[in-house]
């Protein structure tokens, strides 16, 4: 069973901070990519990386691709409240149409 | 530009019963995923439908199986409901042609209590 672990599961961190999500497998992935998803809402794309070591910017998150495309982190620079959500890894092996979401990551950023 | 819809956005069943969840796709879109995202997890793959055929399916027992019409649209259906299956279901449409990096679409889900 293909598995994504996500750490941590909760965070709690004031407006400013810096904080880093990592996803992990055991997996070689194609392809993977960030979500975020808020209550009541359906996960949204926030990114897609494919090449090992890849890192893609979005304003204020940075996204890398581990060299081996097993696993992937996501930084945030000086979280806003905005930013609260469920964040969420999701990964695709070579010859599927299945993608494997994480655990999830679930982000509150206080004002 | 309409994007994901589903239906119903919450149900209450009892356990034995069956359930019929809904939904439609992004426009222009021709592939059709569903998800079952238990409280606090991540969402679990159930099936994907594309050209009205089942193409890959997840862990799930035959219990849960679908449907793809050939408007796109699509059913998931869940006979002899058990308390575990209480979940946010999430329909989540792509494009067939953008294999393993296109973007997901997904609904807001529709919300199953079985008691």
């Known amino acids: 069973t293909q598995l994504l672990e996500q750490s941590p599961q909760f965070l709690s961190i004031q407006e400013g901070e810096n904080l880093t999500v990592y996803c992990n497998s055991s997996?070689?992935?194609?392809?993977l990519q960030w979500y975020r998803q808020e209550p009541g809402e359906g996960p949204v794309l926030l990114v897609t990386?494919?090449?090992?070591?890849e890192v893609k910017k979005l304003k204020r998150l940075t996204f890398q691709f581990g060299d081996a495309r097993k696993d992937s982190s996501l930084h945030i620079t000086a979280a806003q409240p905005g930013d609260t959500g469920l964040y969420l890894c999701?990964?695709?092996?070579?010859?599927?149409?299945?993608?494997?979401f994480g655990t999830g990551t679930r982000l509150k950023v206080l004002a | 530009d309409a994007g994901v819809t589903q239906s119903p956005t919450h149900l209450i069943k009892t356990r034995g019963q069956q359930v019929t969840l809904r939904c439609s796709p992004k426009?222009?879109?021709?592939?059709v995923s569903w998800y079952q995202q238990a409280l606090g997890q991540g969402p679990q793959f159930i099936f994907q439908?594309?050209?009205?055929?089942?193409?890959q399916r997840g862990n799930f027992p035959d219990r849960f199986s679908g449907h793809q019409f050939p408007n796109y649209s699509s059913e998931l259906n869940v006979n002899a409901l058990l308390l575990g299956d209480s979940a946010l279901y999430l329909c989540?449409?792509?494009?067939?042609?953008?294999?393993?990096?296109?973007?997901?679409?997904f609904g807001e889900g529709s919300r199953l209590t079985v008691l």
């Open positions: 999701a990964g695709v092996t070579s010859g599927t149409y299945k993608y494997i």
């Open positions: 426009s222009g879109h021709d592939t």
């Open positions: 997996s070689v992935f194609s392809s």
């Open positions: 989540a449409s792509s494009l067939a042609g953008t294999g393993s990096t296109g973007e997901l679409f």
């Open positions: 990386v494919v090449t090992g070591g």
């Open positions: 439908y594309y050209e009205e055929e089942e193409r």
